[in-house]
């Protein structure tokens, strides 16, 4: 069928993560209607496009694509629409695109991106873990020491904490997870989509354990809730710490102190404060 040719400039598409029935119809229509498209594998996209029964020009591109490559495309992209899509899911999210968005830009070239699926977004909504806050943080590096050092770093970010993973590295993400995120809840997030997907939740020791006896197949999202809140102080606890405060404060500034800094119930704490002033 032909259809109206589109403005030229870049557009970033995404594309489904599995389940070919996740395309929008946006991306369908610009990608029946665009000149070229830029993929990472020709053979993958190739597939998609004869699912939606599109024939167009491919052109190969990720971002370690030549200088000449990356020029080619973007002066096409003057003159042309040209699409960017990546083997699945979002483009520049743990993809090739960042390179050919930040140079197009530079250029004044019109850049516009279509919304669609994303395996970390995905995985997110699935988990049942706290959304509100959340670092993705792509894939971990493979070397023990390396894992470790950027899980030590990431430790303290207070949200949740957003993987892709490989099924035969997962095992060793976890037990590294055990030791450097200790009392999170995690989940690994797999297949999302597709006819297996799961989404299994538990600490890092129980998931290692599982994933240990069952080597898990095909892709993965691995998350980990955020650090738990340290205990709130109680009883004798608080009446120490209500005591430093009042050695310098009135009960009204120490309550509202201790209460600020430990998440605790100013008003209660305040007629501690009277209490411990009055019989210390
Ligand atoms: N750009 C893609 C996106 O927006 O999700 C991610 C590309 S990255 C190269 C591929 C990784 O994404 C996989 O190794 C896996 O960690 C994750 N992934 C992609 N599809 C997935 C799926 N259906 N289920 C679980 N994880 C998936």
């Not at 109206?4 to 395309?23: F, K, M, R």
């Amino acid at each position: 069928m032909d259809t109206p040719p589109l403005a030229s400039g870049l557009y970033i598409v995404a594309t489904p993560i599995g389940n070919l029935g996740d395309i929008t119809r946006r991306a369908a229509d610009i990608l029946a209607r665009c000149d070229v498209i830029a993929c990472e594998d020709t053979r993958v996209t190739g597939k998609l496009l004869n699912h939606l029964a599109i024939r167009k020009p491919m052109r190969r591109y990720d971002d370690h694509a030549s200088a000449d490559q990356r020029e080619r495309l973007l002066a096409e992209m003057a003159e042309k629409s040209v699409v960017l899509v990546s083997d699945a899911g979002t483009p520049l999210i743990s993809d090739p695109g960042y390179r050919l968005v930040r140079e197009a830009r530079e250029r004044g070239l019109p850049v516009t991106s279509l919304p669609g699926p994303s395996a970390m977004v995905v995985a997110l909504t699935l988990a049942g873990l706290p959304t509100d806050r959340f670092l993705f943080a792509g894939f971990l590096p493979s070397k023990d020491k390396a894992r470790g050092d950027t899980l030590g770093a990431l430790a303290a970010v207070p949200a949740t904490l957003v993987f892709y993973e490989t099924g035969p590295r997962l095992v060793a993400s976890l037990e590294a997870m055990a030791q450097h995120l200790p009392g999170r809840e995690l989940a690994v997030a797999r297949e999302l989509t597709k006819l297996h997907e799961e989404c299994r939740t538990g600490s890092a020791a129980e998931l290692a354990a599982h994933y240990a006896a069952h080597p898990p197949k095909g892709e993965i999202v691995l998350l980990a809730g955020p650090p738990p809140e340290p205990d709130a102080p109680e009883g004798d606890d608080v009446d120490a710490l209500l005591r430093v405060a009042l050695a310098e404060a009135s009960p009204s500034q120490a309550a509202a102190k201790v209460a600020k800094a430990h998440g605790l119930d100013r008003k209660a704490l305040y007629a501690r404060a009277m209490e411990l002033k009055e019989a210390p």
